[in-house]
């Protein structure tokens, strides 16, 4: 029987399975990372870092739907100077850590990734598309501005550069070849989708933010959608994120065209494990079905 291999390589990154966890949902702290890693993710992905420490909106910052989360937290996190203190930490014990960042300008982007990648981040996801904070998310929505600012980070790192897409557009396929064109490495689709949540004993809006961005299964079926358009748009690699909870989603976003997988709101709803979870059951499928590599699934369900 030949061996089975969860390994991939994704824009030069060599890692032990496909699975990360989203950026977002857990933070930027060494513990909590090395905790991710330990529980069987191919590689780590930080909390958003900018340039200065941010507060972030007010309570409430989330709300729980149907099928999902809808967060509007607003960037918080410690900065940038913070962050590299803890990637220290993270290095020292070989943990592959892909630092997603974002800036209110273009050269606040450029600076905080050249920090990051001198730092020895091994990859950099670039965020902007942040549906809660005025600018981030407009950024992500114009081909123009995606490319400019891609290229102006691409020119000051020495690392795979990822570029976040937002579901929040109406031809995702422009935003990806504006971001390969700026000389993007890969993309990670997609981040969260614009929603909002109304309290009818408040009357109210339930986020401070008002609107904010839908997470999980509810948004599995439209990120897989965008998965599968950007497949046929580009040539550079995708990681695929929206609601993936099971490994049949994990197969699914494989089949579509993604080549690695983040979870996000799924390490809420099923804890830490689901990164065991979702990559004992991709081993099974694999076996079950003869394939020995993840790589033979990716983009599988578009040959005619
Ligand atoms: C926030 C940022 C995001 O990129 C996202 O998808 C949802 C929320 C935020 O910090 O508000």
Known sequence: MAEIRLAIEIAGLNLRNPVMNAAGILGLTADLLRRVYEEGAGAVVTKS?????????????????????????????????????ELEKL?????????SFFGETLDEFVEVASRLSEAGVDALELNCSCPNVEGVGILGSDPGAVKRVTEAVKGCVD????????????????????????????????NT???IALSIEARRPILSNVTGGLSGPALKP????????IYEAVEIPIIGCGGI???????????????????????????LRVFREINMGLRNYLEENGFREVSELVGLAHES
């Not at 870092?49 to 809808?70: C, D, Q, S, W, Y």
Request: net charge positive; charged share 15%.
């Open 49 to 85: 870092i900018g340039l200065k420490p941010r507060m972030g909106h007010p309570n409430p910052t989330v709300a729980i739907v149907e099928g999902g989360l809808i967060n509007a937290m607003g960037l918080p996190n410690p900065g940038v100077e913070y962050f590299l203190g």
């Open 91 to 99: 290095k020292a014990g070989g943990i592959p850590v892909v630092a």
């Open 159 to 190: 690392k795979p550069l990822f570029v976040k897409l937002s579901p929040n557009v109406s031809d995702i396929t422009e935003i990806a070849r504006a971001a390969e064109r700026g000389g993007a490495d890969g993309l990670t689709a997609v």
């Open 193 to 195: 989708l614009r929603a």
């Open 222 to 229: 439209v990120a897989l959608r965008c998965v599968w358009e």
């Open 245 to 271: 909870t099971t490994w049949r989603d994990a197969v699914e976003y494989l089949l579509a065209g993604a080549s690695a997988l983040q979870v996000g709101t799924a390490i809420m709803t099923r804890g």
